[in-house]
């Protein structure tokens, strides 16, 4: 009895051994991911996962899995159109106000680059809701490191203090 005993008490340690392990690994991609919901608040982490999702679905094909735009995103492709750009920190998504964002997102690039403008960005006011757009763009902003989150931030701030017409 004794023995049987021993060797259920050593699985049992195992067992401990590799759950605590999977914990451990598990915490660490989840802080070195692409985005760190321990450092975004409750409401805002659940903004932001469900951003990452929909980015997932409607943007990554382009813009990247990881945010990284495509290959030689600033050399025009033979027809003469842009490749899309990263929405990480090395692209320019950051110089843009939030208004410009939603925007871009919901209407395309022809609003504010002319109606002669042609891009592969689609519109996508039709296919998602001002919060699924809200909260792609929230998932987006997680990954940027602070110095781009403040001038974002800064910018849009101007932008809203100036008068509309
Ligand atoms: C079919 C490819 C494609 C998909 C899908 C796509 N984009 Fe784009 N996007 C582009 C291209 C190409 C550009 C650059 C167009 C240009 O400058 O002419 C662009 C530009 C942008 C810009 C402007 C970036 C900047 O730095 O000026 C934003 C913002 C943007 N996309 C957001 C999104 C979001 C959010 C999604 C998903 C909901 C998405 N895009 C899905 C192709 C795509």
Redesign the pocket.
């Known amino acids: 009895m004794g023995a049987v005993r021993k060797i259920l008490m050593y699985k049992i340690a195992i067992m401990a051994t590799a759950l605590a392990a999977v914990v451990m690994i598990g915490s660490v991609v989840l802080m070195t991911g692409p985005y760190n919901p321990f450092l975004a608040s409750n409401g805002k982490a659940a903004q932001i996962a469900r951003g990452y999702a929909l980015?997932g679905v409607?943007?990554a094909?382009?813009?990247g899995k990881n945010l990284e735009g495509q290959p030689n995103w600033k050399s025009p492709l033979p027809n003469g159109?842009?490749?899309?750009?990263p929405h990480d920190k090395s692209?320019?998504?950051w110089h843009?106000t939030d208004e410009a964002?939603r925007g871009?997102?919901k209407l395309g690039?022809k609003p504010f680059a002319g109606d002669n403008y042609e891009?592969?960005?689609?519109a996508?006011g039709a296919i998602?809701s001002d919060e699924e757009i809200e909260a792609?763009l929230a998932y987006i902003k997680s990954t940027w490191p602070e110095r781009e989150n403040t001038y974002q931030q800064q910018i849009t701030r101007q932008s809203k203090a100036q008068p509309t017409e």
């Open positions: 980015y409607h943007c094909k382009c813009h159109r842009l490749p899309a750009p692209g320019h998504t843009h964002l871009i997102t690039l891009s592969d960005m689609p996508f998602l792609i």
